[in-house]
């Protein structure tokens, strides 16, 4: 017993130290995420497996005729021609390669720019739901604490990804991502409040949250390749059945580091929600971490179907084309984890959002995925530099200018992070369809480029007697 004493002793250590609850935040963000992004370059396919798989369709190439079913056809797209006719449905369409070219490639461009719109709307609804349960799950966790709504909030993740498992309708997806949006707001909202509330120096708290983005970072770097692959080896279900026994596993380390069953209101009084979004400062923060979002979101939908028209890129390739901006963004993630406090959040988020516009601006440039991997990556410096800086900024703002109660901050984050990618997806696909993909990407860029400046206001932000004259609020602050 003498020998194990000293090993019981350090687990014991461990195990009442931060470090398990850092661990669970981590869990919970990387299923959100790996669920949130396994979907986008797989929707077109699963879209088309589901609506237009039952029936088969002809091709004709260099060498002759031959059957292939639909899931497959839509996949083999090339530089498209204006020769269709008619609706999709039981049609038999052919196909003639030029001299030379190896690749069948689908005619329907119609069909594709029609998919663009049905894809956006089915990846924004869980960016919707988000949005309208964030201020309900703001207020609950001031009444209850943290830990037991980010437990329902696993246990809705559960739901959402059986129904993708099993759904075999384009209304059964929508509700899927529904309750995937749902689930996220019970998960993200308590999980960044936690970690505001576990680690209170602004200093441990930049580290904590840069490691807990990591799960961020890790969900979003495996889920495009994974669910391309699982997808493509294995069968539609498989991914989404691997996720849901991974938010299993989060919820039995839920069950046993936090206390889901016990309720406990924030002993910290809650700041208003209006009072939050009359602050400047926090407006600002608010704003960039939309418009961020709001080009992921758009170059999300849009990006895999200007690959199937213009690259004729196989299924695998329409995960993979994010990986470089992935892997960027992870590496961003933890060397600015730290480094972000040091030069200046402000100056991270800045640079971010400056790399963010020039990279996007620069995709259009791209006629195959070898061209994407420099645009990608620098995509993922610019985002990485954000999201490491943006969120420990709000629960300093909040910290210097309102109360120390974290739920509504990050509502208010959650929901500009929503706004974005609610905008993102079912916007981006029409305008795409409208403009041009290589509009939209402009217009993106120039957005970027024109608001980053705004962060240098949050340089030195002043605190809460300083506040006062700035919100024009008449009352004497309360004295410390």
Same mark, same amino acid.
């Given at each position: ?16 130290? /931060? ?26 396919? +699963? ?24 899931? =497959? ?8 021609? =204006? ?6 449905? =039981? ?9 030379? =070219? ?21 990846? %924004? ?51 899927? /991502? ?32 840069? +490691? ?11 889920? &495009? &390749?994974?669910?391309? %692959? ?28 936090? /206390? ?9 009084? %809650? ?31 849009? +990006? ?9 890129? &196989? /299924? ?49 440039? %791209? ?85 980053? &400046? ?27």
């Amino acid at each position: 017993m003498a020998r194990c004493s000293p090993c019981c002793q350090w687990l014991k250590k461990t195990w009442e130290s /931060r470090a398990p609850i850092l661990l669970v935040v981590a869990v919970v963000m990387f299923v959100d995420c790996i669920l949130f992004t396994i979907i986008a370059p797989i929707a077109p396919a +699963l879209l088309y497996h589901i609506e237009y798989g039952r029936g088969n369709r002809t091709f004709k190439n260099s060498s002759g005729q031959y059957p292939v079913s639909n899931y =497959d056809s839509i996949f083999n797209l090339s530089h498209l021609e =204006d020769s269709r006719k008619g609706p999709y449905h =039981d049609q038999i369409i052919n196909i003639t390669e030029s001299p030379g =070219d190896k690749k069948n490639c689908y005619e329907g461009k119609d069909f594709l720019n029609e998919e663009n719109v049905r894809v956006g709307l089915l990846l %924004a609804i869980k960016a919707f739901l988000q949005l309208l349960f964030n201020p309900i799950v703001g207020k609950l966790v001031t009444r209850i604490g943290y830990d037991a709504p980010m437990f329902f909030g696993f246990v809705i993740v559960v739901v959402s990804t059986l129904l993708f498992a099993f759904a075999n309708s384009y209304a059964l997806l929508c509700v899927a /991502r529904g309750f995937q949006g749902i689930g996220s707001s019970f998960t993200m909202v308590p999980a960044l409040g936690t970690l505001a509330q576990v680690f209170p120096d602004d200093v441990e708290r930049g580290k904590a949250m840069g +490691l807990a983005m990591s799960g961020v970072a890790i969900g979003v770097l495996a889920g &495009p &390749p994974f669910g391309s %692959a699982m997808y493509e080896f294995v069968g539609k279900s498989a991914p989404f059945l691997a996720i849901a026994a991974l938010a299993l596993l989060d919820g039995v380390l839920q069950l046993c580091i936090l /206390r889901p069953t016990r309720f406990s209101t924030v002993d910290v009084p %809650a700041t208003p929600y209006k009072n939050l979004l009359m602050d400047p400062y926090i407006l600002v923060a608010a704003v960039g971490l939309c418009i961020c979002n709001l080009t992921f979101g758009m170059l999300e939908t849009t +990006l895999p179907i200007r690959m199937m028209e213009t690259m004729c890129a &196989p /299924r695998y390739q329409l995960g993979l084309c994010f990986l470089p901006c992935i892997v960027a963004y992870f590496i961003c993630l933890n060397v600015f984890a730290e480094l972000a406090q040091k030069i200046g959040r402000w100056l991270c988020i800045m640079l971010g959002m400056l790399i963010l516009g020039i990279s996007v601006i620069c995709m259009p440039l %791209a006629l195959n995925i070898y061209y994407l991997i420099g645009p990608s990556a620098a995509l993922g410096i610019g985002f990485g530099m954000m999201e490491t800086s943006v969120m420990p900024l709000m629960a300093h703002l909040v910290d210097l200018r309102h109360t120390s109660n974290y739920g509504g901050i990050y509502a208010i984050s959650d929901i500009a992070l929503c706004i974005g990618y609610a905008l993102g997806p079912s916007c981006g696909g029409a305008i795409a369809k409208a403009v041009g993909f290589k509009w939209l990407m402009i217009i993106l860029g120039i957005i970027n480029l024109v608001f980053a &400046p705004l962060f240098i206001l949050l340089r030195n932000p002043p605190g809460k007697e300083e506040t006062k004259p700035l919100l024009s609020l008449k009352e004497k602050p309360d004295s410390c």
